[in-house]
């Protein structure tokens, strides 16, 4: 287990849900923050956080626009120095069906694309450069949805969970027929890692994604009209044990896992896990290699 203290993470969409859960757990490591959003009460989570001693900064903007990623990220290394943690947490949420009529279609794909993959491109290509020119390694996590998995992928790895709503198969993939592109925009991100993962492994740059099951936050609370049943909201995950999973995975340090998506299921709580063989990918493909 490697220590957090003194380095630089940029944690996106962290006004508030995960993101925000994300931003406090690295605070109390010790880890200097840029944080950004959209929502003004970005600017309060940072004066709140650098209460604590450690450097934090918010700056609002798009990440699904250049200009405000390319801005952010700059202001970035100009506050810290220099960045070697980037956590991709930023998303939206909204319907979208295979029926649906091309001028919804077109402006769902601009919401949900735009944020939940081009956000995550666009921060990788803009901050990926300056990883690599700084030569110290680091990390990048990409937040992801548990659509993309069925059970842990393999089923059979899966612990016993007596509460899982799949207990007797596999869960299947994708969210059902109301996200189309919610769930094409997270696979997506998906081969983004897996690419991510190979390419900066002999730069001791570690890529990985948490897919996400139902976590009680902003986006699933929305999802539910912000009224969502006392019973509903007993079957949730915390938004806090999803972020000790994200410090778990971070400490582990060059030696750990890499391209992996870790599971995050309904039913049982959220844990960092055994790391799994790799299926999609070469075991040496992911192979972390000494930093520089």
Known sequence: MVS???????VTGAAVGLGNAYARALAAQGVNLVLC??????DDLATELARNGGRVVALRGDVGKPNDV???VDAAIAALGSIDLLINNAGTWAGSVADDDLDKSIADYEKLVGTNLK???????ALIPH????????????????????????FHVCPGNDRCPWKDAPRPTSGGTIMDLYDAAKWGMHGLTFAWCKALAPKGIRVNAICMGATDSHMLRGFHGFDPSPDEVATWMRAEDSAQVVIDLLEEGPGGRNGEHINLCVGRRPRLEPELPHVYILEEDARVSARG
């Open 4 to 10: 957090l203290r003194g380095r630089n993470a940029i």
């Open 131 to 154: 990883m690599l020119e700084h030569g110290h390694g680091g990390d990048i996590v990409n937040i992801s949805t548990d659509h993309v998995n069925t059970c842990g992928t393999p």
């Open 119 to 125: 956000g995550v491109y666009l921060f990788g290509r």
């Open 37 to 42: 959003d959209l929502r003004e009460d970005v």
């Open 70 to 72: 390319r801005r952010i």
